[in-house]
Nanobody, 120 residues
Framework: QVQLVESGGGLVQAGGSLRLSCAAS????????MGWYRQAPGKQRESVAD???????NYADSVKGRFTISRDNAKNTVYLQMSSLKTEDTAVYYC??????????????WGQGTQGTVSS
């Protein structure tokens, strides 16, 4: 059973920072892409940032220069450092991964989500 577990959400004032973590566990052979998505109330889920096992990174325009994604391949963990937070960054943040299981099957998994709230 492969699962992703996020941590690090919380409440912060505008201009502050939060750091999210997401650890993948289970019978995993490799993880090609790990990423972060978010869903604000009344809005569709959107991509925030993603990173490949080789270190290629993509950011949504809305977070460029403020958020930094990184990963520790040895720990199957991805991080999202969020700085200069704005009230519009308030959302449930989800981790996602495209991976290959120990028996060679491709699999996509989502975490359960962690709330990030930015107050004015």
């Amino acid at each position: 059973q492969v699962q992703l577990v996020e941590s690090g959400g919380g409440l912060v004032q505008a201009g502050g920072s939060l750091r999210l973590s997401c650890a993948a566990s289970g019978r995993i052979f490799s993880i090609s892409v790990m990423g972060w998505y978010r869903q604000a109330p009344g809005k569709q889920r959107e991509s925030v940032a993603d990173i490949t096992s080789g270190g290629s990174i993509n950011y949504a325009d809305s977070v460029k220069g403020r958020f930094t994604i990184s990963r520790d391949n040895a720990k199957n963990t991805v991080y999202l450092q969020m700085s200069s937070l704005k009230t519009e960054d308030t959302a449930v943040y989800y981790c996602a991964a495209d991976l290959t299981t120990a028996i060679g099957s491709p699999l996509s998994r989502w975490g359960q989500g962690t709330q990030g709230t930015v107050s004015s």
